[in-house]
């Protein structure tokens, strides 16, 4: 992803990611257990309170094997949160590239942002939760997690709406800002509620009924004249 740099402790992606160059197999059964264990301490704890000691022994690998590996807590943490968010958001497997091509744009618009629920997975919420809270500390685990989902999601879905107001089935000059629209009145809200409520419970039927409601508000302001 983009340009690798050096730093003094290693080589880092664009982002200020480490790079963490694939081992042989032995090694990489073990730096995978690493990983595994890292992840859910940093979940469970954030940065500042996970435990090293809580890794090695989740782990099952020495604490001396760890820094091996990655070099320091701070070299992991990068390593391992900026290694799952890419994984995370290819999981989602978006639909908008079809949009543009869909005989029934009304239809296609709710399907596709019905599919957007997957946001709301438990996992990518903690994962989003993470990011925020240590987004002063690790500012470029934001700066990649606006690029994977920009990547994912929100760029082909400006192009496609770029293409269907060349047509002009759509009226979005400004298709960014469109797309922007588009998630904030379907599962933007949602979205926010489980940030900061990991506990909510939101029905299917309510999101549904949300998600169908923002997407008739999206093409009464973009349906052309």
Avoid: C
Avoid at 46 to 58: E, L
Avoid at 111 to 128: A, F, G, K, V
């Amino acid at each position: 992803m983009g340009a690798e740099t050096q730093d003094a402790q290693g080589a880092t992606d664009e982002y200020g990611i480490p790079i963490i160059p694939d081992p042989a197999d032995a090694a990489s059964r073990k730096r995978q257990a690493i990983i595994d264990a890292a992840l859910a301490e940093f979940l469970a704890e954030g940065y500042s309170a996970a435990s090293m000691d809580a890794i090695t022994r989740g782990s099952g690998v020495s604490k001396a094997t760890i820094y091996k590996h990655f070099g320091s807590k701070e070299r992991l943490f990068l390593a391992v949160i900026g290694g799952v968010l890419p994984k995370t958001y290819a999981d989602l497997e978006p639909s908008n590239s079809t949009i543009a091509e869909a005989p029934d744009l009304r239809a296609a618009l709710v399907r596709l942002t019905t599919d957007w629920r997957d946001l709301l997975r438990p996992d990518i919420m903690s994962l989003r939760r993470l990011v925020i809270g240590e987004i002063d500390r690790f500012p470029q685990l934001g700066q990649l997690w606006y690029r994977v989902s920009y990547d994912m999601n929100n760029g082909p879905l400006v192009e496609a709406f770029t293409e269907l107001h060349a047509r002009g089935t759509l009226d979005a000059p400004d298709p960014k800002l469109a797309v922007q629209q588009l998630v904030a009145v379907t599962v933007g809200v949602p979205q926010l509620v489980r940030t900061f409520s990991p506990d909510a419970v939101i029905e299917d039927a309510e999101l549904t009924r949300v998600i169908s409601s923002g997407v008739d508000l999206f093409l009464a302001r973009y349906a052309p004249a």
